[in-house]
Nanobody, 116 residues
Framework: QVQLVESGGGLVQPGGSLRLSCAAS????????MSWYRQAPGKERELVAA????????NYADSVKGRFTISRDNAKNTMYLQMNSLKSEDTAVYSC?????????WGQGTQVTVSS
């Protein structure tokens, strides 16, 4: 059974940090490019960051460059998103996506709220 499970979200003050994790199971994680998306209330889902199968960075959204870092550990079947200097506009549901040659999978998302 394919699963992507996000964790690490929560409430944080502006300027704070969070580390999101996306744990994968049920498929060959190391063969899939991975990415983080987010969706804020009333807005369309947007790509935050993407990483290749081998850990090369594909891209970051302009709004998070210099603040967020995407990484993966293929030995642990896990992807991460380190988020620093968080702003209120980073508030959203963050979801991970696995993209393979034929199939793509999504996690259920984790809520990140940046508020004082």
């Amino acid at each position: 059974q394919v699963q992507l499970v996000e964790s690490g979200g929560g409430l944080v003050q502006p300027g704070g940090s969070l580390r999101l994790s996306c744990a994968a199971s049920g498929f060959s994680f190391s063969s899939y490019a991975m990415s983080w998306y987010r969706q804020a209330p009333g807005k369309e889902r947007e790509l935050v960051a993407a990483i290749t199968t081998g850990g090369g960075i594909l891209n970051y959204a302009d709004s998070v460059k210099g603040r967020f870092t995407i990484s993966r550990d293929n030995a642990k079947n896990t992807m991460y998103l380190q988020m620093n200097s968080l702003k209120s506009e980073d508030t959203a549901v963050y979801s991970c996506k696995a993209r393979g040659p034929t199939y793509s999978f999504w996690g259920q998302g984790t809520q990140v709220t940046v508020s004082s």
